[in-house]
């Protein structure tokens, strides 16, 4: 079941798409609306409802476009709702789309042809996939079967994944009496098994641990770079994303807003540095002395805020006027930097054109 695109990619982490390369993944114009009953509260409309039947359409997805590269990893960010699994429904096959086109290594997705379907894995952090009743291992034979996975194949995966996962004696334990964190282990197993080329992750780390989460995250690198999967990740967690994608594509409304670097986010979006200054005298009080907002103060050590054009001139002045042990300047938290695209774009409306509105970065792809 080896793909051609897995011998392309050498060093998948290392490789972005680059222009006229073909895709693994390809969305124009990509739609969805849902159709939902709607009815009044109380018996009355109940009844009402029983004989007509009113309904309304909600747009969750209003005509993304986006490509990705054999191998590479690239995180999918909104706020709740923006229509990310929506669209990771669509590109796995779940789902219909209302318009658009889409390509999955070649594949329309949602027909479900047999060898799309071998090729693939969509894994929900928010939804179970094995059975509760019975060891995940018996699941995992389950899926051998369905995925039709030669015995020697499936013997040397279910050892790499045990081990990398370290999963153990967990396998042997009915799935409902694992914890969260170890059930999520035997999830993305499960999913990979069959060595899919491209996987969908729909928050694979939600409600674990740090450690569990760094685990889940260990194993997606790993299993990025030895097999070149290609993979669209999306997490809350942007811990998850700074570890594995450097492309990022940012959706709200079901508009895409940004597609291009992680670190070009933080310099498009972001207005402010973090000044951190080391004081001789941890008494000295920096608030109200015009250079910026102080945002944490703790011995001495002070954080400030200062809008990205001033940086230079503050950062002067504090060496010329105090005595400085220490100065750094750092780029605000990414978790900020997201909170602000997203705001910015609550704050224009919902009139945003989305021709304009995307704000796609061409030479990302080569970053
Ligand atoms: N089956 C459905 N029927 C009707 N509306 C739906 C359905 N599924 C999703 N929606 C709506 O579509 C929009 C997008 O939902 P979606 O689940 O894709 O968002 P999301 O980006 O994954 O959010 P989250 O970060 O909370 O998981 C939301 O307004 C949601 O209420
Ligand atoms: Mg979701």
Same mark, same amino acid.
């Given at each position: 079941?080896?793909?051609?695109?897995?011998?392309?990619?050498?060093?998948?982490?290392?490789?972005?798409?680059?222009?006229?390369?073909?895709?693994?993944?390809?969305?124009?114009?990509?739609?969805?609306?849902?159709?939902?009953?709607?009815?009044?509260?109380?018996?009355?409309?109940?009844?009402?409802?029983?004989?007509?039947?009113?309904?309304?359409?909600?747009?969750?997805?209003?005509?993304?476009?986006?490509?990705? %590269?054999?191998?590479?990893?690239?995180?999918?960010?909104?706020?709740?709702?923006?229509?990310?699994?929506?669209?990771?429904?669509?590109?796995?096959?779940?789902?219909?789309?209302?318009?658009?086109?889409? +390509?999955?290594?070649?594949?329309?997705?949602?027909?479900?042809?047999?060898?799309?379907?071998?090729?693939?894995?969509?894994?929900?952090?928010?939804?179970?996939?094995?059975?509760?009743?019975?060891?995940?291992?018996?699941?995992?034979?389950?899926?051998?079967?369905?995925?039709?996975?030669?015995?020697?194949?499936?013997?040397?995966?279910?050892?790499?994944?045990?081990?990398?996962?370290?999963?153990?004696? #967990?396998?042997?334990?009915?799935?409902?009496?694992?914890?969260?964190?170890?059930?999520?282990?035997?999830?993305?197993?499960?999913?990979?098994?069959?060595?899919?080329?491209?996987?969908?992750?729909?928050?694979?780390?939600?409600?674990?641990?740090?450690?569990?989460?760094? +685990?889940?995250?260990?194993?997606?690198?790993?299993?990025?770079?030895?097999?070149?999967?290609?993979?669209?990740?999306?997490?809350?967690?942007?811990?998850?994303?700074?570890? #594995?994608?450097?492309?990022?594509?940012?959706?709200?409304?079901?508009?895409?807003?940004?597609?291009?670097?992680? %670190?070009?986010?933080?310099? +498009?979006?972001?207005?402010?540095?973090?000044?951190?200054?080391?004081?001789?005298?941890?008494?000295?009080?920096?608030?109200?002395?015009?250079?910026?907002?102080?945002?944490?103060?703790?011995?001495?050590?002070?954080?400030?805020?200062?809008?990205?054009?001033?940086?230079?001139?503050?950062?002067?002045?504090?060496?010329?006027?105090?005595?400085?042990?220490?100065?750094?300047?750092?780029?605000?938290?990414?978790?900020?930097?997201?909170?602000?695209?997203?705001? %910015?774009?609550?704050?224009?409306?919902?009139?945003?054109?989305?021709?304009?509105?995307?704000?796609?970065?061409?030479?990302?792809?080569?970053?």
């Amino acid at each position: 079941m080896v793909s051609p695109l897995t011998t392309a990619a050498t060093s998948p982490s290392d490789r972005l798409g680059m222009p006229g390369e073909v895709s693994v993944i390809s969305v124009r114009d990509l739609r969805k609306s849902y159709r939902v009953a709607e009815r009044e509260a109380g018996l009355r409309a109940s009844l009402h409802s029983l004989v007509r039947r009113q309904t309304r359409d909600v747009t969750a997805v209003r005509g993304i476009s986006f490509d990705l %590269a054999p191998g590479e990893v690239v995180g999918f960010l909104g706020p709740n709702g923006a229509g990310k699994t929506t669209t990771l429904k669509m590109l796995s096959g779940l789902l219909h789309p209302s318009g658009g086109e889409t +390509r999955v290594l070649g594949y329309v997705p949602w027909r479900r042809q047999k060898d799309f379907l071998r090729q693939i894995a969509l894994v929900m952090g928010q939804r179970n996939q094995l059975t509760w009743d019975i060891p995940a291992l018996d699941s995992f034979e389950l899926n051998r079967v369905i995925y039709r996975i030669a015995l020697p194949d499936y013997r040397r995966m279910l050892d790499e994944v045990t081990e990398l996962l370290d999963l153990g004696p #967990l396998i042997r334990k009915p799935v409902r009496n694992l914890s969260l964190g170890e059930r999520m282990k035997c999830e993305v197993a499960a999913a990979l098994l069959h060595r899919p080329q491209v996987l969908f992750l729909d928050e694979p780390t939600i409600g674990l641990d740090v450690t569990m989460q760094r +685990r889940i995250r260990g194993f997606i690198d790993t299993y990025n770079r030895r097999y070149g999967a290609t993979v669209l990740l999306t997490s809350h967690y942007m811990a998850d994303v700074e570890a #594995l994608c450097r492309r990022v594509i940012v959706i709200h409304h079901g508009t895409l807003l940004y597609d291009g670097g992680l %670190a070009g986010l933080v310099e +498009r979006f972001s207005g402010y540095k973090t000044l951190i200054v080391e004081l001789e005298d941890p008494s000295l009080d920096l608030d109200g002395r015009d250079y910026g907002e102080v945002v944490a103060r703790e011995e001495g050590r002070v954080t400030l805020r200062v809008p990205k054009a001033d940086t230079a001139a503050v950062t002067g002045r504090l060496l010329s006027d105090l005595a400085v042990l220490d100065l750094t300047i750092e780029d605000p938290p990414i978790e900020d930097v997201i909170e602000q695209v997203f705001a %910015a774009e609550s704050a224009a409306g919902a009139s945003v054109d989305p021709a304009t509105a995307a704000s796609v970065e061409p030479e990302s792809a080569a970053v």
